[in-house]
């Protein structure tokens, strides 16, 4: 027996079996009839394991209370290991990342008063801070993107964020050395759904792919339209379970494929006890 398989199978067991919930919910996600994914959620709607058969991959959370202590992904003969701390207000504080047995990355989470104001990530050689400034509101208005190293040439990103009166954000942009990089633009309904997003993801060529939002009378998003140059080249379909805004099914058409290709997800939900394993 692979011993890495075996132990991989005797910790999913493990950590099933010591869970402190009782009852689960289980999603198993169908592609075009065939089972694809299986998702098991705590009562918060938290993931706790998920098995994609498919692309072959797994992922086992462990939390305390409702704070993720430790994410572990699966991936063929990969191990990526997340671990999460958070401080005394129960704000993430530190991150670590492992792949197999190297130390990939450690990140901190430096707080002005409970929002984020300044991320910092450590590799081998290369340190990234994030930082944010909000407006009044509490809203994010800028976000900066900065790497460093002892040897490369300093650069850094920033973000723009504008809102309406009704804090529905409206525009967004990225930068670069002071040069802007790319430009989305959002628009509402009266009611505050998003109906169009624009997004430009490179300004010296004509290239713009427009969202378009179409809701049910309930205000759940029924299709999303993908256009450019004025024509469909992707939509998906959404279904939802009646009187709940569960998603229940999605129906992607590709245009750009001829004849065009149907993709179909549907999605089942049931309860089921955390310490069976399907």
């Known amino acids: 027996m692979n011993y890495k398989i075996y132990t991989?199978?005797?910790?999913?067991?493990?950590?099933?079996?010591?869970?402190?919930?009782?009852?689960?919910?289980?999603?198993?996600?169908?592609?075009?009839?065939?089972?694809?994914?299986?998702?098991?959620?705590?009562k918060e709607d938290k993931p706790l394991y998920v098995k994609d058969l498919l692309n072959n991959i797994t992922e086992i959370y462990n939390y305390k209370d409702t704070l993720l202590l430790t994410k572990f992904i699966y991936i063929n003969s990969d191990t990526f290991k997340y671990y999460y701390f958070y401080n005394e207000k129960n704000k993430l504080e530190k991150t670590r990342t492992i792949h197999n047995s190297d130390l990939v990355s450690v990140t901190f989470y430096n707080y002005h008063d409970t929002l984020p104001f300044e991320v910092e990530e450590y590799t081998d050689s290369l340190r990234y801070l994030t930082r944010y400034v909000y407006d009044n509101m509490g809203r994010v208005k800028e976000l900066s993107y900065i790497e460093l190293s002892d040897t490369a040439t300093t650069f850094s990103?920033?973000?723009?964020?504008?809102?309406?009166?009704?804090?529905?954000?409206?525009?967004?942009?990225?930068?670069?050395?002071?040069?802007?990089?790319?430009?989305?633009?959002?628009?509402?309904?009266?009611?505050?759904?998003?109906?169009?997003?624009?997004?430009?993801?490179?300004?010296?060529?004509?290239?713009?792919?427009?969202?378009?939002?179409?809701?049910?009378?309930?205000?759940?998003?029924?299709?999303?339209?993908?256009?450019?140059?004025?024509l469909i080249v992707l939509k998906e379909k959404y279904k939802t379970q009646n009187n709940t805004d569960k998603l229940k099914g999605t129906l992607i058409i590709d245009y750009t494929i001829k004849p065009p290709k149907k993709d179909e997800w549907k999605y089942k939900l049931k309860k089921v006890d955390c310490n069976v394993l399907d």
């Not at 169009?196 to 290239?207: A, G, H, R, S, W």
């Open 157 to 230: 990103q920033n973000w723009i964020y504008n809102y309406d009166n009704k804090g529905n954000l409206i525009k967004k942009i990225q930068l670069k050395d002071n040069d802007t990089l790319s430009l989305w633009l959002y628009e509402y309904s009266d009611d505050n759904l998003l109906l169009k997003e624009i997004i430009q993801n490179d300004l010296t060529t004509l290239d713009v792919l427009e969202k378009y939002y179409i809701y049910n009378k309930d205000g759940n998003l029924k299709e999303l339209l993908y256009v450019r140059n004025n």
């Open 8 to 42: 991989h199978t005797f910790f999913i067991l493990f950590l099933l079996n010591n869970l402190s919930y009782s009852q689960c919910v289980l999603q198993e996600i169908y592609y075009n009839k065939k089972l694809s994914k299986q998702i098991y959620f705590t």
